[in-house]
């Protein structure tokens, strides 16, 4: 059995900062997942003894939580991919004057 050391025992239960464009990036993630959610289906109402108009109305909350709880537990990376894009510092800055001048 080996033991942990209190040094090696608190650096592995430190709480890394957070981020703010991974956050950013996981917000994104949520949106998306969000969107296919629905689209997949999911939340919409039942047939037969269904919410009636309350359920249509508050299943896009239920799909939002799920898509965090989703991006929470891992996603589907897209996360990843995104904070490493926009970190990376490869985009081009589109602003309102070179929109206009294409």
Do not use: W, Y
């Amino acid at each position: 059995m080996t033991l942990i050391s209190p040094p090696q025992l608190t650096a592995a239960l430190r709480v890394q900062e957070p981020n703010p464009l991974r956050e950013k990036a996981a917000q994104l993630e949520t949106a998306f997942l969000a969107e296919m959610l629905g689209f997949a289906g999911l939340g919409a109402a039942r047939e037969s003894f269904g919410g009636g108009i309350g359920e249509d109305q508050f299943s896009s909350f239920l799909r939002q939580k799920q898509a965090e709880a989703m991006v929470t537990a891992g996603g589907i990376g897209l996360t990843e991919l995104l904070f490493q894009a926009m970190s990376s510092g490869d985009f081009v800055e589109m602003g309102e004057d070179k929109i206009a001048n294409e």
